[in-house]
C-alpha cells in the first residue's frame, strides 16, 4: 500500500474531543489514517465504523486496521448513503463523525483508475466501479460545448474553458477519448503550464467531481451525520476546494443555534510545517460542529 499521511490529524483529533470507549464514524476511509488515530484514541472499547466507496481501497485498508479486531467495522458505500448504511448496521448516537472530502492518494496513485493526469490510464474516474456506470470518458465525448464550459466553470474554476471545450470537440470528432493521457495532451494545447499547477488540474477536478456527484452526495450526507450524531457529539469536515467548502460553510451556518454550536468561527488550514511535509494538504481547510 502506498504511503498514506491524513491530513490535519492532530486538529482532528483535538476537534471530535474524543475520549475512552466512544464510538466514531469515518464517512471517507481512504488509507485508514485518520481511523487509525481515533480508534487508538476510543480505547479500549471504542468502535469506528469505516466507509468506503472504493472496495479495492477498502480491502487494503481493512488489512492495516485488522489489530484492532471487532472495534474496527468496514462498510462499503458511499457516503451519500450514510443513513441507510447507519440503519443496516445499528449505528446511531456516534460521538464523532469525520468526513475528509480529498481524494485517497491510494486511488490517486493508481494509474488504472483514470484519476491522474501524471500517469496515463482509462479515462474513469469513478470511485465505485461496482455501482456508477458513468465515467469522465462518457462526459468528455457526449457533453455539448456548452454543457463541457459550464462543468469546468462551476466545478473547476478554469479560465479558459471555453478553448478548452472547443478543443475537445474538435479532436473527438476524430477520435474519441479513452485515456487521460489523450485529454492531458488536448488541454495542453490551449493552456500552458505556469508555476506549479498542472494545466489539466482544474478540469481533472471538474470531472471528477460530475462522475461521482460530489456535490450532491455532501448536500445529502451532512444533514444525515448531524442526526446520527449523539448530544454533545462533533462532526469534522475536511474540504479540498471552494466549491465543497462553500457548502458545508453554508450549510453549518443555516443551522439554528439552539441545534448546534459552530467550533470553528474561523476555519483550520493546515500548518506550514504540515505543507512542507505534505503538499497535498495545501488547500485543506477543516470545519467542525457540536451537536446540542
Keep these: ?38 480508534l487508538e484514541v476510543c480505547a479500549p472499547n471504542g468502535k469506528l465504523y469505516g466507509i468506503e466507496a472504493d472496495e479495492r481501497t477498502l480491502q487494503e485498508t481493512k488489512g492495516t486496521l485488522n489489530s484492532f479486531g471487532q472495534r474496527f467495522i468496514p462498510l462499503h458505500g458511499n457516503f451519500r448513503n450514510l443513513e441507510e448504511l447507519a440503519k443496516a448496521n445499528n449505528i446511531s448516537n456516534v460521538q464523532g463523525i469525520l468526513f475528509d472530502l480529498g481524494v485517497s492518494s491510494m486511488t490517486i496513485g493508481d494509474p488504472t483508475r483514470g484519476f491522474s493526469f501524471q500517469a496515463d490510464g482509462p479515462l474513469d474516474m469513478r470511485f465505485d466501479q461496482s ?18 464550459v459550464q462543468l469546468f466553470r462551476e466545478y473547476g474554476e478554469e479560465p479558459v474553458a471555453e478553448r478548452i471545450a472547443q478543443r475537445i470537440i474538435d479532436e473527438r470528432r476524430s477520435q474519441p477519448f479513452s485515456t487521460t493521457l489523450q485529454l492531458v495532451t488536448a488541454i495542453e494545447t490551449v493552456k500552458h503550464r505556469r508555476g506549479r499547477i498542472h494545466p489539466a488540474t482544474n478540469v481533472f477536478q471538474a470531472l471528477r467531481i460530475a462522475v461521482n456527484d ?28 471552494s466549491g465543497e467548502d462553500r457548502i458545508v460553510k453554508r450549510w453549518m451556518k443555516s443551522l439554528p443555534d439552539a441545534d448546534v454550536t459552530i467550533n470553528t468561527k474561523h476555519v483550520i488550514a493546515p500548518t506550514r510545517q504540515e505543507q512542507l511535509a505534505n503538499p497535498r494538504s495545501r488547500s485543506a481547510k477543516l470545519r467542525i460542529l457540536t451537536k446540542i
Design 131 to 148: 455501482a456508477q456506470t458513468t465515467t469522465a470518458a462518457d462526459i468528455v465525448n457526449e457533453y455539448s460545448a456548452l454543457q463541457l
Design 214 to 241: 460530489e456535490y450532491g452526495a455532501i448536500t445529502t450526507a451532512l444533514p444525515a451525520a448531524l442526526r446520527l450524531l449523539a448530544n454533545g457529539g462533533r462532526l469534522a469536515v475536511i474540504t479540498f476546494h
Design 1 to 38: 500500500m502506498p504511503d498514506h499521511v491524513p491530513v490535519l490529524l492532530s486538529e482532528v483529533l483535538v476537534g471530535l474531543h474524543l475520549t475512552a470507549n466512544d464510538n466514531v464514524i469515518d464517512a471517507t476511509l481512504g488509507g485508514g489514517g485518520h481511523a487509525k488515530a481515533m
